[in-house]
């Protein structure tokens, strides 16, 4: 990667945080897809997007408005907001010296208004954005931004969710695939569960 762009200072421990999350290149889901059509109806534009940022590129976990799953990092607006852990905004990109000649830009979706609040999570650690854009510029007001920043935490919470939830399913199956006798013990000495393995090998 171009080393003039924006990188953050704990890139390696960032990379690290979205990888444990296990939630790149899987499928759109519909607890995503709500908030990012709130974050558009809210903040009036016809795209917005769950950025999630890897090593070389821009995956979108969520999007509207946008046809494409993913664009390269390079050229992505959203590596600039995760360097930070507030909102990062740009009024119109034909005059920002930083995009002016970017392809998202110069052709399609013709970016003018681009706004993005870093997805952070527990640790601290930037895995993307919640950002919304539109072709022809635009300022959010106070209440959109707290909105956007809102959302963006409700964002992070439905990643925790999921990873958590991933690893019930992936314990339960153990639980009950397990060859070995596992059970689950109430403090009065009693099993409150017991895994297959038992039926099979003790018959109860």
Known sequence: MDKQLP???NEAERLKALSKYNILDTLYEEEFDRLTKLASIICG???ALISLIDENRQWFKSRIGLDVPET?????FCQYAITDNKIFEVEDATKDKRFVDNPLVT????I???AGYPLIDSEGYALGT???IDRKAKVLTTEEQEALALLAEEVVSQIVARQKNAEKDKLE???NLS?????LVGSDGYLSKVNPSFISTLGW
């Open 7 to 9: 990188i953050p200072e």
């Open 45 to 47: 534009v016809p795209i």
């Open 72 to 76: 390269p990092r390079d050229i992505s």
């Open 107 to 110: 052709g399609q979706p013709d």
């Open 112 to 114: 003018r208004f681009y």
């Open 130 to 132: 919640l950002c919304v």
């Open 173 to 175: 199956k153990l639980f």
């Open 179 to 183: 060859v070995d006798l596992i059970c």
